[in-house]
């Protein structure tokens, strides 16, 4: 790493936040022989390994298994009700953790070259950071902070213990009743999961749970979540929570739930806190960096990739967004960042995929030019093979150009990138 004076590090790429993001950026750089500092006051790996994709998917293929067992007689194999180890099962989740985490750890990382500083850093102005004791000194910097939990204002929850995504995996016996605040994505994950792996489960969202996906897709997830005994209660405004005894109260407009945890899962935020963005001359807002097309910020030397940059929040999305960086800051290449082409995939059972637009929203921006072909399940082969026939697949098109595509059922996640 080429050196200034003492205390001062002065690099071609300041990338903050080792996250998928961050980590993509700051490897390619390096790879590519640029002179690149990383800083993480965190885990290495970032949301994606320690607290959202890995162990969530984890969580998710323990809790298929143990529902695969009571679901075998429509195969002719007698089902059972398995016996579920939850202690056993969280170490199985921190062991897929433990076993990815060397791809993204700091040896691995030094020894592509980049100078790794593990401490959180904080702009002290518009071409300067400080970390580690250092002040460092970029031609170019890359927020990829990520994001943290979004925390709504109910009054009594900050009074009672309750989980957040990134705190839910520290469990290691099973609740015997879990509340979920939010129908979203993570929500209707973990709802199911748990329900699987023995949990009483109730979810409770003020709005349509799924409420950004097609309706019909969305009911097809949440039929199937109902049938294995989650209770979903929808337009449910939650006003108020408290701790009774052993028990914690959540009040809603439909009247007092109880139960022994409450995971709270009502979006995540760009995690922005300690990076005093408005010294460095960069401007924000509660979704992140105010970045444009390119995703550089109103400081023309630093730009924002992943949930820092305030769009859809993908690990997928943020290694795209690498790619559309390393383009201008190395090669001076013009890129722009379009999310068009970026699927999305709620791994419940069965799985809900979107690419493109909805058919709600394709007919609001087509009208009556558009075209909408389904597809059912039941009328695949290998589906009733596989016993998995509930589910379709919608594709928009206008002109016979496709504009979105909904898949709901099976292997929905592997489909939408065929």
């Not at 209770?231 to 408290?242: F, K, L, M």
């Not at 389904?374 to 016979?400: C, H, L, W």
Request: proline residues 4%; neutral net charge.
């Amino acid at each position: 790493m080429a050196g200034g004076r003492h205390g001062r590090f002065d690099a071609d790429v300041c990338v903050i936040g080792a996250g998928s993001g961050g980590l993509s950026v700051a490897y390619a750089a390096a790879r590519l022989g640029a002179r690149v500092v990383l800083v993480e006051g965190g885990a290495m790996g970032g949301d994606c390994l320690n607290t959202g994709c890995v162990p969530s998917k984890a969580l998710i293929a323990a809790a298929r298994h143990a529902q695969t067992m009571r679901e075998g007689a429509r195969y002719g194999i007698a089902p059972v009700e398995p016996q579920v180890d939850f202690a056993a099962v969280m170490a199985h989740v921190h062991r897929v953790i433990a076993a990815i985490a060397p791809v993204d750890s700091q040896d691995r990382y030094e020894g592509f070259g980049v100078r790794v500083i593990r401490d959180w850093a904080r702009f002290v102005s518009p071409d300067a950071i400080e970390a580690g004791g250092e002040r460092i000194t970029a031609r170019r910097f890359v927020i990829a902070t990520g994001s943290r939990p979004r925390i709504p204002p109910i009054p009594g929850l900050d009074g009672v213990a309750y989980l957040t995504n990134e705190t839910v995996f520290e469990l290691t016996t099973c609740p015997s009743h879990l509340i979920v605040l939010g129908g979203g994505p993570i929500g209707i994950e973990l709802a199911q999961a748990f329900r699987r792996l023995g949990a009483g489960v109730s979810v409770v969202e003020a709005g349509r749970a799924l409420g950004r996906e097609d309706p019909e897709a969305a009911a097809l997830v949440l039929a199937r979540l109902r049938a294995e005994g989650v209770a979903i209660r929808e337009g449910n405004a939650v006003h108020s929570v408290a701790q009774d005894g052993d028990r914690i109260a959540v009040t809603t407009t439909d009247g007092v739930l109880r139960g022994s945890h409450l995971l709270v899962a009502t979006g995540r935020h760009a995690d922005l806190g300690r990076l005093d963005a408005a010294a460095g001359g960069i401007a924000f807002d509660d979704r992140g960096v105010s970045v444009d097309a390119r995703l550089r910020s109103s400081n023309r030397r630093v730009y924002a990739v992943g949930d820092a940059a305030g769009g859809m929040q993908f690990t997928h999305l943020a290694n795209y967004h690498a790619g559309i960086v390393i383009r201008q800051i190395l090669f001076s290449l013009p890129a722009r960042a379009t999310t068009g082409h970026v699927p999305r995939v709620t791994y419940a059972d069965p799985e809900l995929a979107q690419i493109g637009l909805t058919e709600a929203e394709a007919r609001k921006a087509h009208g009556a030019p558009l075209e909408v072909l389904r597809f059912p399940y039941a009328e695949n082969d290998r589906a009733m093979a596989s016993s998995q026939t509930d589910g379709f697949i919608k594709v928009m098109a206008v002109g016979g150009r496709p504009v979105g595509v909904t898949i709901a059922g099976a292997e929905a996640g592997e489909l939408v990138g065929l």
